[in-house]
C-alpha cells in the first residue's frame, strides 16, 4: 500500500502579514506596560490592562480591520503576552499530543499517532524566539547562541525542547511533548489496545509484589505513560521518590517526592546530576525509587537500591527489544567510573532487574507492549532470558495502522513465586499459550 507524500505548504501571506502586525503591536504593548508585573498582580486585573492598551493601540494606528480580525488581534495579544503566542489554539486541543516547529513558516503537530501539518505560523525568527525565550525564562533557564539547547517543562507538565541557531539551520528549533492533566489509566491503554489483559494483570501483581523491572522503548513508544499507569498497584503505604531530568510523570499514588536535576549556571557550576539525586534519595527514607529515564552512570546506583533493600523501584531506558536494554544499561554502569568485569556487572544487574518490557510505536502511531521478558538468571556470563507474553504484528488495516494479536508463550515465571508473599494469586491460565 502506498501513502502520498507530505508536501510542504506554502507561507500564507494573509497569515504572515497578520503576525508580523502582531508583533508591531506586541512591541508597543511591551514599551507601555510593566510586564514585569505579570505573575505578580492579580492575573485577571493584568489581562484588562493588555486589553485596554491593546484595543487603544488600535485606534490610535486607525487599523481598518474586519470585526472578526480585530477580534482575533485582541485575542492573540492577549496570548503574546500571558501565553505561547500562535502555539495557544494548539495548546488548548487535547488531542494534540506533539507540537513541532521547525521553522517560523512550518508547525506540525502529532494527533492520534499521526503527523499533520497546520497554518499556524510566527511572524519571522526573533518572533519564534521570543516565545521560546519566555518558556525557558519562567523555569529559570536560558538559551541564546552560548547555550543553544534546553530542555524544560510548561506549567501543564508539557515537555519541552528548544535548540537555536548557530546549532540549529535555517531558525529556531521547538518540541514540545504534551501532557493532560490526568495521564491515561491502564483501564485506558487496555481500551485502547496497547496491552492485553493477562498482560496489565501480570505487571500489576509484579509492580504489588515489588518486582523491579525496566521499561524500554523508542521516543514516543509510550514508556512513561504505561509507567504512570502502572504506579496504582503500589500499595499507598509506601513512599515513593521519583528522579527526572524534566518532571513529567503523574503518580496514581498518594505519597510522592518529586526530584528534577539542575543545568549547569552560566559559571558552570550548580550542577545536579541524576545520580547525584539518586544518591540523595537514599538518605530520604525511600520504599521506592522511580528514575522517569536512566541515560547515564546513575545506572549503577539504581541498581544498588535495587540490591540494597528498595526493590520494586522502576525506570524506562531508550531501547529497540530487551535484549538491547540490557547492553545499554551495561553501557552506563561502565559510564560510571567502575571498572568491574561483564559477567559481575550481568549478575549484578540480574539480581535487581526481574522483568523487561518492550514497547514500540508501530505503523500509523499505535502503541503495543511487545514483550514481556523475565532475566531467569545468568549463566557462563549469559543472560537467560525468558518471553512470557509478546505482541504479533499481522500487517497493515485499511486506516494504515499496524494490526496484529497479543499472545502468552506459555512460560510460567520464575517470579510469580514472590506474589504468594504479598498475597497476591494469580491463575497459571494467565500463562497458557493458544492452542
Same mark, same amino acid.
Request: proline share 5%; with cysteine; charged share 25%.
Given at each position: 500500500?502506498?501513502?502520498?507524500?507530505?508536501?510542504?505548504?506554502?507561507?500564507?501571506?494573509?497569515?504572515?502579514?497578520?503576525?508580523?502586525?502582531?508583533?508591531?503591536?506586541?512591541? =508597543?504593548?511591551?514599551?507601555? &506596560?510593566? !510586564?514585569?508585573?505579570?505573575?505578580?498582580? @492579580? $492575573? /485577571?486585573?493584568?489581562? *484588562?490592562?493588555? #486589553?485596554?492598551?491593546?484595543?487603544?493601540?488600535?485606534?490610535?494606528?486607525?487599523?481598518?480591520?474586519?470585526?472578526?480580525?480585530?477580534?482575533?488581534?485582541?485575542?492573540?495579544?492577549?496570548?503574546?503576552?500571558?501565553?505561547?503566542?500562535?502555539?495557544?489554539?494548539?495548546?488548548?486541543?487535547?488531542?494534540?499530543?506533539?507540537?513541532?516547529?521547525?521553522?517560523?513558516?512550518?508547525?506540525?503537530? =502529532?494527533?492520534?499517532?499521526? &503527523?499533520? !501539518?497546520?497554518?499556524?505560523?510566527?511572524? @519571522? $525568527? /526573533?518572533?519564534?524566539? *521570543?516565545?521560546? #525565550?519566555?518558556?525557558?525564562?519562567?523555569?529559570?533557564?536560558?538559551?541564546?547562541?552560548?547555550?543553544?539547547?534546553?530542555?524544560?517543562?510548561?506549567?501543564?507538565?508539557?515537555?519541552?525542547?528548544?535548540?537555536?541557531?548557530?546549532?540549529?539551520?535555517?531558525?529556531?528549533?521547538?518540541?514540545?511533548?504534551?501532557?493532560?492533566?490526568?495521564?491515561?489509566?491502564?483501564?485506558?491503554?487496555?481500551?485502547?489496545?496497547?496491552?492485553?489483559?493477562?498482560?496489565?494483570?501480570?505487571?500489576?501483581?509484579?509492580? /504489588?509484589?515489588?518486582?523491579?523491572?525496566?521499561?524500554?522503548?523508542?521516543?514516543?513508544?509510550?514508556?512513561?505513560?504505561?509507567?504512570?499507569?502502572?504506579?496504582?498497584?503500589?500499595?499507598?503505604?509506601?513512599?515513593?521518590?521519583?528522579?527526572?531530568?524534566?518532571?513529567?510523570?503523574?503518580?496514581?499514588?498518594?505519597?510522592?517526592?518529586?526530584?528534577?536535576?539542575?543545568?549547569?549556571?552560566?559559571?558552570?557550576?550548580?550542577?545536579?546530576?541524576?545520580?547525584?539525586?539518586?544518591?540523595?534519595?537514599?538518605?530520604?527514607?525511600?520504599?521506592?525509587?522511580?528514575?522517569?529515564?536512566?541515560?547515564?552512570?546513575?545506572?549503577?546506583?539504581?541498581?544498588?537500591?535495587?540490591?540494597?533493600?528498595?526493590?520494586?523501584?522502576?525506570?524506562?531506558?531508550?531501547?529497540?527489544?530487551?535484549?538491547?536494554?540490557?547492553?545499554?544499561?551495561?553501557?552506563?554502569?561502565?559510564?560510571?567510573?567502575?571498572?568491574?568485569?561483564?559477567?559481575?556487572?550481568?549478575?549484578?544487574?540480574?539480581?535487581?532487574?526481574?522483568?523487561?518490557?518492550?514497547?514500540?510505536?508501530?505503523?500509523?502511531?499505535?502503541?503495543?507492549?511487545?514483550?514481556?521478558?523475565?532475566?531467569?538468571?545468568?549463566?557462563?556470563?549469559?543472560?537467560?532470558?525468558?518471553?512470557?507474553?509478546?505482541?504479533?504484528?499481522?500487517?497493515?488495516?485499511?486506516?494504515?495502522?499496524?494490526?496484529?494479536?497479543?499472545?502468552?508463550?506459555?512460560?510460567?515465571?520464575?517470579?510469580?513465586?514472590?506474589?504468594?508473599?504479598?498475597?497476591?494469586?494469580?491463575?497459571?491460565?494467565?500463562?497458557?499459550?493458544?492452542?
Amino acid at each position: 500500500m502506498l501513502f502520498p507524500k507530505m508536501i510542504p505548504r506554502p507561507p500564507d501571506t494573509g497569515e504572515v502579514e497578520f503576525q508580523t502586525l502582531k508583533t508591531s503591536i506586541h512591541s =508597543e504593548l511591551v514599551e507601555s &506596560l510593566d !510586564l514585569a508585573a505579570v505573575g505578580k498582580v @492579580d $492575573d /485577571a486585573w493584568m489581562r *484588562r490592562e493588555v #486589553q485596554e492598551l491593546s484595543d487603544q493601540i488600535l485606534k490610535l494606528r486607525k487599523l481598518k480591520l474586519a470585526p472578526e480580525v480585530r477580534s482575533r488581534m485582541l485575542a492573540d495579544l492577549d496570548s503574546e503576552v500571558f501565553g505561547l503566542g500562535p502555539l495557544d489554539p494548539l495548546m488548548s486541543d487535547p488531542e494534540i499530543s506533539d507540537i513541532l516547529v521547525n521553522n517560523c513558516r512550518e508547525v506540525f503537530i =502529532e494527533r492520534h499517532g499521526r &503527523l499533520e !501539518l497546520t497554518s499556524t505560523q510566527f511572524a @519571522d $525568527d /526573533a518572533h519564534l524566539l *521570543r516565545i521560546i #525565550q519566555r518558556i525557558v525564562s519562567r523555569v529559570g533557564r536560558r538559551i541564546d547562541e552560548v547555550s543553544p539547547m534546553v530542555d524544560a517543562r510548561l506549567p501543564d507538565g508539557s515537555r519541552v525542547n528548544a535548540v537555536v541557531p548557530p546549532l540549529a539551520l535555517h531558525g529556531p528549533k521547538l518540541s514540545i511533548r504534551r501532557f493532560g492533566a490526568e495521564h491515561l489509566k491502564l483501564e485506558n491503554m487496555l481500551l485502547g489496545g496497547s496491552i492485553s489483559e493477562p498482560m496489565a494483570e501480570f505487571l500489576q501483581a509484579a509492580v /504489588a509484589s515489588r518486582i523491579s523491572f525496566l521499561i524500554a522503548g523508542g521516543t514516543g513508544a509510550g514508556k512513561t505513560t504505561l509507567l504512570n499507569a502502572l504506579s496504582g498497584a503500589i500499595p499507598f503505604d509506601e513512599r515513593i521518590i521519583t528522579i527526572e531530568d524534566s518532571a513529567e510523570l503523574l503518580l496514581q499514588h498518594p505519597h510522592v517526592v518529586q526530584m528534577e536535576t539542575r543545568q549547569a549556571n552560566n559559571e558552570g557550576s550548580g550542577e545536579v546530576s541524576a545520580r547525584d539525586l539518586v544518591r540523595n534519595s537514599l538518605r530520604m527514607r525511600p520504599d521506592r525509587i522511580l528514575v522517569g529515564e536512566v541515560r547515564g552512570p546513575e545506572a549503577l546506583d539504581m541498581l544498588q537500591a535495587m540490591n540494597t533493600g528498595h526493590e520494586g523501584s522502576l525506570s524506562t531506558i531508550h531501547a529497540n527489544d530487551t535484549r538491547d536494554a540490557l547492553s545499554r544499561l551495561e553501557m552506563m554502569v561502565a559510564m560510571s567510573g567502575f571498572e568491574m568485569p561483564v559477567k559481575v556487572v550481568r549478575e549484578y544487574v540480574a539480581s535487581g532487574i526481574k522483568l523487561l518490557v518492550h514497547l514500540s510505536r508501530l505503523k500509523g502511531g499505535v502503541r503495543r507492549v511487545m514483550r514481556v521478558t523475565e532475566i531467569v538468571s545468568v549463566q557462563n556470563g549469559e543472560y537467560q532470558l525468558q518471553d512470557i507474553f509478546g505482541f504479533r504484528q499481522q500487517g497493515i488495516d485499511a486506516q494504515g495502522r499496524a494490526k496484529g494479536e497479543f499472545y502468552a508463550t506459555g512460560y510460567r515465571p520464575v517470579c510469580v513465586s514472590r506474589f504468594d508473599d504479598a498475597g497476591i494469586s494469580v491463575s497459571d491460565a494467565l500463562f497458557a499459550s493458544p492452542a
